[in-house]
């Protein structure tokens, strides 16, 4: 059963996904090969490069796709379909349930709390996927209830793979799939550490293109 949960959800390396259902949804597109303009909606964590992409946004957009940004990006980005949602938010898009949570570094300086950026979980035909954006292992994660969760495994600019294990205890969802790794810093020992340690069923995914 959480291998029929991976298969909804491709994944393009690093923290870029997409998940298929009755929608179509993006997180975070970076190092798109095709220029399938299938998204229905697109949703970004925060503003580096590797997770806010415009030329790979404009590669899976369409005229109608919705890209949902942080609050806290507002003044940066110039989208006709710009939606903009702060942490503790939670909205339809396009028919999907979108809530939006935290996401910062406890012990490092890349993603400071003051900026707001945030992580996804968006209900998809009653499937809810987590989507942890750059974190590390924050206490608001207790309260996240989710079906599949997206962590950070590499360490450095996010937590370790002994810290996601700790994450997943804290969410204990039915699945976990590690990312941030394979590109920019982590490797794939990075990946198979969670995947001995966690809680729960684990699916390190192959690239999709
Ligand atoms: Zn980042």
């Given at each position: 059963m959480p291998e029929r949960?991976?298969?909804?959800?491709?994944?393009?390396?690093?923290?870029?996904?997409?998940?298929?259902?009755?929608?179509?949804?993006?997180?975070?597109?970076?190092?798109?090969?095709?220029?399938?303009?299938?998204?229905?909606?697109?949703?970004?964590?925060?503003?580096h490069y590797d997770h806010y992409s415009p030329d790979d946004i404009k590669k899976v957009a369409g005229d109608t796709t919705i890209v949902v940004f942080p609050?806290?990006?507002?003044?940066?980005?110039?989208?006709?379909?710009?939606?903009?949602?702060?942490?503790?938010?939670?909205?339809?898009?396009?028919?999907?349930?979108?809530?939006?949570?935290?996401?910062?570094?406890?012990?490092?300086?890349?993603h400071p709390d003051s900026k707001d950026w945030v992580g996804y979980i968006v209900n998809l035909d009653g499937i809810r996927i987590y989507h942890s954006g750059d974190t590390d292992n924050i206490d608001e994660m207790n309260s996240i209830s989710c079906d599949?969760?997206?962590?950070?495994?590499?360490?450095?600019?996010?937590?370790?793979?002994?810290e996601a294990i700790e994450a997943a205890r804290r969410i204990g969802p039915r699945l976990a799939i590690p990312m941030h790794w394979g590109d920019i810093v982590g490797?794939?020992?990075?990946?198979?550490?969670?995947?001995?340690?966690?809680?729960?069923?684990?699916?390190?995914?192959?690239?999709s293109t």
């Open positions: 949960l991976a298969e909804m959800i491709d994944w393009f390396g690093h923290a870029s996904f997409r998940f298929r259902g009755s929608k179509t949804v993006y997180v975070d597109p970076w190092k798109i090969d095709k220029e399938s303009h299938d998204a229905d909606i697109i949703l970004i964590t925060h503003e609050e806290s990006m507002r003044d940066k980005v110039d989208f006709i379909n710009a939606v903009f949602l702060a942490r503790g938010e939670r909205q339809t898009v396009d028919g999907v349930d979108v809530e939006v949570v935290a996401a910062f570094n406890t012990n490092k300086d890349y599949v969760a997206l962590l950070p495994v590499s360490g450095t600019y996010v937590m370790t793979a002994v490797g794939r020992e990075d990946a198979e550490e969670f995947a001995r340690g966690a809680p729960c069923p684990v699916v390190i995914k192959e690239h």
